[in-house]
T-cell receptor, first 113, second 114 residues
Framework: KQEVTQIPAALSVPEGENLVLNCSFTDSAIYNLQWFRQDPGKGLTSLLLIQSSQREQTSGRLNASLDKSSGRSTLYIAASQPGDSATYLCAVRGIQGAQKLVFGQGTRLTINP | NAGVTQTPKFQVLKTGQSMTLQCAQDMNHEYMSWYRQDPGMGLRLIHY???????DQGEVPNGYNVSRSTTEDFPLRLLSAAPSQTSVYFC?????????????FGPGTRLLVL
């Protein structure tokens, strides 16, 4: 059974810092991995989608990497801003049971002005 | 485009009552799904659909029914509400029937069952 873990559960950093959020998964037979952002009381917004054949994806100040063989993904946020404060979730779609996203518990990020 | 819309935003039910959570998308997406989000449990898949007339069960389907009569709409029915169904419910959609592309989520419905 696929399990997705995100560490740390919460992170607080001063504005302007570069930071890395971690995601690990137990089954490397994945179709893709997706990073989402969730603001309090809101839905999920997709940030980046990495297919299993890709190593990384970039969007603006965000860069996500994927190491399928080691079961790890990182989300790098450059020059953090208070508006980046949110919960970040990673989710994997396995090759088996391919219709289901398996989510991690998320990392609650706070950027202090 | 409105994207994925959900109604109602918040609902209070008594144990045993039934209700339907509405989900609609205007992006002509084939794949739609329902998740519930609970503290400490993360998001879990309830039901999904790969096209009109085709639905299947996810990880936690008990107590819920779905149907897909049109591409746009994917309602979730609670047959007899229980306190364990207190949760936040999210509807999601993607273009590909395999669900392998970016998934778009609705704003959620908060359900409290007393």
């Amino acid at each position: 059974k696929q399990e997705v873990t995100q560490i740390p559960a919460a992170l607080s950093v001063p504005e302007g810092e570069n930071l890395v959020l971690n995601c690990s998964f137990t089954d490397s037979a994945i179709y893709n991995l997706q990073w989402f952002r969730q603001d309090p009381g809101k839905g999920l917004t997709s940030l980046l989608l990495i297919q299993s054949s890709q190593r990384e994806q970039t969007s603006g100040r965000l860069n996500a990497s994927l190491d399928k063989s080691s079961g790890r993904s990182t989300l790098y946020i450059a020059a953090s801003q208070p508006g980046d404060s949110a919960t970040y979730l990673c989710a994997v779609r396995g090759i088996q049971g391919a219709q289901k996203l398996v989510f991690g518990q998320g990392t609650r990020l706070t950027i202090n002005p | 485009n409105a994207g994925v819309t959900q109604t109602p935003k918040f609902q209070v039910l008594k144990t045993g009552q039934s209700m339907t959570l509405q989900c609609a998308q205007d992006m002509n997406h084939e794949y739609m799904s329902w998740y519930r989000q609970d503290p400490g449990m993360g998001l879990r898949l309830i039901h999904y659909s790969v096209g009109a007339g085709i639905t299947d069960q996810g990880e936690v389907p008990n107590g819920y029914n779905v149907s897909r009569s049109t591409t746009e709409d994917f309602p979730l029915r609670l047959l007899s509400a229980a306190p364990s169904q207190t949760s936040v419910y999210f509807c999601a959609s993607s273009y590909s029937p395999s669900g392998g592309e970016t998934q778009y989520f609705g704003p959620g419905t908060r359900l409290l069952v007393l």
